[in-house]
């Protein structure tokens, strides 16, 4: 991959990394502490333990594409305030740092798992990945008694609010 490439690729995917961590954010914020351990079933990792996953995933892709290497480091979140907490002190540094990075940077591959691919790749997983969990957390919160907010659009509990109101 051309470093052009690789500076045009995170300049297409920094705005939605951006967005999606703001609707992550706010997602994050809807978890009630006295019901963080629901979980819809045994197979199911709680709300607590699904949120921090969130969070410790997406420091950890943006991490290894800042760092040309990845390093799993599990933060200790012992409530949705907490995980909120380390959210916000960690991912939007680590989102500024990363649309910093060279073309060169970016182009360098970087191994993980069974890929060996630039790094600016992992930036997508990291989306999807994200994305993907964070459906996953919103759908267990009505029934631990919480309000679901706008993700892509307006939500039962958070409708579009008309022009002329």
């Not at 995170?10 to 939605?16: N, T």
């Not at 978890?31 to 709300?47: L, R």
Request: net charge negative; hydrophobic share 40%; proline share 8%.
């Amino acid at each position: 991959m051309t470093h052009e490439t690789a500076k045009s690729l995170l300049d297409f995917i920094l705005p939605q990394i951006e967005q999606e961590s703001a609707t992550t954010r706010k997602v994050l914020a809807c978890i009630p502490a006295e019901t963080c351990q629901y979980k819809p079933s045994e197979k199911c990792m709680s709300a607590l333990e699904l949120a921090t996953h969130i969070a410790a995933a997406e420091a950890f892709f943006l991490s290894g594409v800042l760092n040309g290497g990845f390093e799993w480091k599990q933060p200790d979140l012992k409530t949705p305030a907490e995980v909120l907490a380390f959210y916000d002190a960690t991912v939007p540094p680590l989102i500024a740092q990363v649309g910093a990075l060279s073309g060169e940077k970016l182009a360098q591959p970087v191994a993980f798992a069974i890929w060996n691919d630039p790094g600016v790749l992992y930036l997508n997983l990291n989306l999807k990945h994200s994305i993907h969990h964070r459906g996953q957390l919103s759908a267990y919160l009505r029934p631990m008694g919480s309000k679901v907010p706008s993700i892509y659009g307006p939500s039962a509990d958070e409708p579009v609010k008309s022009a002329q109101a």
